[in-house]
């Protein structure tokens, strides 16, 4: 098994893991062979990572937002994205993995309503600039186009279910905006 | 009047992190060195001199904790402001960072207009 290869068909039926769905916004990460996380992607791109060393994997899911106005010359909220891709990136560290054995696949980022200016297109391209800014090797990808999808990963052993779906079973498009607590506050000791 | 500018070594393990510190700092005309860990951040501490420190928690090698106590057990660094950048959201860790030596405690995404409010306070 490796991050390559994909989920096994089941045809014994039977339920063998504990299914965690991966909302907008979150990042898991998992050395436990019973988890199989989940999710649907429309316009948001999931990005799973999998240290082959330690088998511990993780998964994230976001559509980042146009930025914030006092930050001109980006597409979208690239302080929130980095932000963000560092939490997948320190769930995983905390569980046993090296950053330097970190590979990534990318899924998502269609552009499924076409009143929303190709907003799957910069999310997915923040998301392949990160990769290569911070050396991550992007071993799939499977990005951009028209259609839904959903994502099955198993982070122990870093298979991955892929799936085009209907769009009606996208979760709405929200674009991601920072949350409201954490606004880069400053405390002096 | 004399004008110094005010130098700020960045310690973060994210190249992009590191990237999105130097756009905000430098436009605002500080003078900004970075480093990829503690330890990384250790060694230019040893040759170049620095105003501000800011750092990660979560880096290889020697993390944000460590850093702090290596700067505060010499006389050199004993009073240099370090800022901590990071995305725990502990009261643990902040304690820990404090109990260490920090000067700060900011919370990622950082705001660029609030860090270097912040900078310009700590600065001496």
């Given at each position: 098994?490796?991050?390559?290869s994909?989920?096994?068909?089941?045809?014994?039926?039977?339920p063998?893991?504990?299914?965690?769905?991966?909302m907008?916004?979150?990042?898991?990460?998992?050395?436990?062979?019973?988890?199989?996380?989940s999710?649907v992607?429309?316009?948001?791109?999931?990005?799973c990572?999998?240290?082959?060393q330690?088998k511990?994997g993780g998964?994230?899911?976001?559509?980042?937002?146009?930025?914030?106005?006092?930050?001109?010359?980006?597409q979208?909220?690239e302080?929130?994205?980095?932000?963000?891709?560092?939490?997948?990136?320190n769930q995983?560290l905390s569980r046993?993995?090296?950053?330097?054995?970190?590979k990534a696949?990318l899924?998502?980022g269609?552009?499924v309503?076409?009143?929303?200016?190709?907003i799957?297109?910069?999310?997915?391209e923040?998301?392949r600039?990160?990769?290569?800014?911070?050396?991550?090797?992007?071993?799939?990808?499977?990005?951009?186009?028209?259609?839904?999808?959903?994502?099955?990963?198993?982070?122990?052993?870093?298979q991955?279910?892929?799936?085009?779906?209907?769009?009606?079973?996208?979760?709405?498009?929200?674009?991601?905006?920072?949350?409201?607590?954490?606004?880069?506050?400053?405390?002096?000791? | 009047m004399?004008?110094?500018?005010?130098?700020?070594?960045?310690?973060?393990d994210?190249?992009?992190m590191?990237?999105?510190?130097?756009h905000?700092?430098?436009?605002?005309?500080?003078?900004?060195?970075?480093?990829?860990?503690?330890m990384?951040?250790?060694?230019?501490?040893?040759?170049?001199?620095?105003?501000?420190?800011i750092?990660?928690?979560?880096?290889p090698?020697?993390?944000?904790?460590?850093?702090?106590?290596?700067?505060?057990?010499?006389?050199?660094h004993?009073?240099?402001?370090?800022?901590?950048?990071?995305?725990?959201s502990?009261?643990e860790?902040?304690?820990?960072a404090?109990?260490a030596?920090?000067?700060?405690?900011?919370?990622?995404p950082?705001?660029?207009?609030?860090l270097v409010?912040?900078v310009?306070?700590v600065?001496?």
């Open positions: 098994m490796s991050f390559e994909p989920i096994p068909p089941n045809p014994s039926g039977a063998p893991l504990e299914r965690v769905t991966v907008q916004g979150q990042a898991l990460a998992s050395a436990n062979a019973s988890i199989e996380y999710t992607l429309g316009s948001c791109v999931a990005t990572l999998f240290d082959p330690s511990v998964m994230n899911h976001f559509l980042l937002s146009e930025p914030p106005a006092n930050l001109p010359g980006t979208v909220d302080h929130y994205g980095v932000y963000l891709m560092e939490l997948l990136v995983m046993g993995a090296r950053k330097s054995n970190l696949h899924y998502g269609a552009n309503n076409r009143n929303m200016m190709k799957g297109t910069m999310n997915a923040f998301a600039e990160f990769l290569r800014r911070e050396g991550i090797a992007l071993m799939r990808e499977d990005l951009g186009g028209t259609s839904a999808r959903r994502v099955d990963f198993r982070p122990a052993s870093g991955v279910r892929l799936r085009t779906v209907e769009d009606r079973f996208a979760p709405p498009v929200q674009p991601t905006l920072r949350p409201a607590l954490s606004t880069g506050d400053v405390e002096l000791f | 004399t004008t110094t500018t005010t130098r700020i070594l960045t310690v973060d994210s190249p992009s590191r990237a999105l510190l130097n905000a700092l430098s436009g605002h005309g500080f003078d900004v060195s970075q480093a990829e860990d503690g990384a951040a250790l060694d230019w501490l040893a040759m170049n001199e620095v105003d501000v420190v750092t990660d928690i979560n880096m090698r020697l993390d944000g904790f460590g850093l702090i106590e290596r700067l505060r057990e010499g006389s050199r004993r009073d240099r402001p370090i800022l901590v950048l990071t995305t725990e502990s009261d860790k902040k304690a820990r404090r109990a030596g920090a000067t700060g405690w900011i919370v990622k950082f705001d660029p207009e609030k409010a912040a310009r306070r600065a001496h």
